[in-house]
């Protein structure tokens, strides 16, 4: 399910978003990275936001602090997004994917301090788990083999943001949920029939 087995044509071609997502976030980090002022203007800078530059909820979604930080959030939007795409569509995976940065944003801003800052892709990213997470509380008996392997996955992921250092843990708990809310909504049987 999640091994891509595509070359670089059809993955853009069958997952048009992810591929966007993916160029659009390696384009802002090669322009930051020679326009510190840029990078500067877009970080989560809480006092920032609480000034009135609102923008700061969505721009640390697309920046990134360092190259690894870039490659690990793309090397997952690159695993896990294809899939989510081609369930859910276009449309729901983009507002799963933005829904779930800009609420981890906004929630890191109201429960941390006014000095706190942040960048990355993290929260959106496990806004795509979270929403799989959805899709396997709704098919665990009939996909029992996307259960054993979302479910370890969102468990080993939300271990290692509380083990590793300088991470937005608020942001990636936010963006686990609501991608998970939002999964509940789009993938009731219900729904899926009348939109598939």
Do not use: C
Not at 23 to 46: C, D, E, K, P, W
Not at 81 to 88: D, K, N
Not at 163 to 191: A, E, M, S, W
Request: net charge positive; charged share 10%.
């Amino acid at each position: 399910m999640f091994i891509r087995r595509e070359n670089f044509s059809q993955y853009i071609r069958l997952y048009p978003v992810v591929s966007f997502l993916i160029a659009l976030n390696i384009v802002i980090y090669i322009v930051t990275s020679f326009n510190g002022r840029l990078y500067l203007l877009g970080i989560g800078f809480n006092y920032g936001i609480a000034a009135g530059e609102w923008w700061r909820l969505v721009t640390p979604m697309f920046l990134h602090g360092g190259l690894m930080h870039l490659l690990f959030n793309m090397f997952s939007l690159f695993i896990f997004g294809p899939e989510l795409e081609r369930i859910a569509g276009k449309a729901r995976f983009i507002t799963i994917y933005l829904l779930s940065g800009i609420f981890g944003n906004i929630a890191a801003f109201f429960l941390q301090d006014l000095d706190y800052s942040h960048v990355g892709a993290s929260g959106a990213i496990f806004g795509i788990l979270g929403a799989f997470g959805a899709l396997v509380y709704y098919t665990k008996n009939v996909l029992p083999q996307l259960r054993q392997i979302i479910l370890p996955m969102i468990i080993i992921s939300v271990v290692m943001t509380f083990v590793q250092p300088n991470i937005d843990i608020i942001g990636h708990l936010t963006g686990l949920i609501v991608g998970f809310i939002i999964g509940l909504g789009y993938f009731h049987p219900k729904r899926i029939v009348r939109w598939r």
